[in-house]
């Protein structure tokens, strides 16, 4: 069973920075996509970044583009968000999940595509 814990969240101000870590275990992290998703109060789940196992290539939701930064560290078994010019509208709490059986190519993004989700971790953003 793949357990996820992310950290790292807390309070901040508007133009601060953040660093996320999700530490998985009990499966084989290297050989899976992850992806980090956030819930804000009264929104629906919604996908923010993934990686591939493979090449750790990288895709962002268009909130995130320019300002986030997915990384992983597979001796670790460890990925990053790096959140930076954050925003009051990023307050949220901040999920990683893991896809165990990713697509050849394709980076997914829908949540039900996810297998292992962590408990989350949440960001607040002041302004």
């Known amino acids: 069973q793949v357990q996820l814990v992310e950290s790292g969240g807390g309070l901040v101000q508007a133009g601060d920075s953040l660093r996320l870590s999700c530490a998985a275990s009990?499966?084989?992290?290297?050989?899976?996509?992850m992806g980090w998703f956030r819930q804000a109060p009264g929104k629906e789940r919604e996908f923010v970044a993934a990686?591939?196992?493979?090449?750790?290539?990288?895709y962002y939701a268009d909130s995130a583009k320019g300002r986030f930064t997915i990384s992983r560290d597979n001796a670790k078994n460890t990925v990053y968000l790096q959140m930076s010019r954050l925003k009051p509208e990023d307050t949220a709490v901040y999920y990683c999940?893991?896809?165990?059986?990713?697509?050849?190519?394709?980076?997914?993004?829908?949540?039900?595509?996810?297998?292992?989700w962590g408990q989350g971790t949440q960001v607040t953003v002041s302004s």
């Open positions: 009990g499966g084989t992290f290297s050989a899976y996509d």
């Open positions: 990686i591939k196992w493979r090449d750790s290539i990288t």
């Open positions: 999940a893991a896809d165990s059986s990713p697509h050849t190519v394709l980076i997914r993004t829908r949540q039900v595509e996810y297998e292992y």
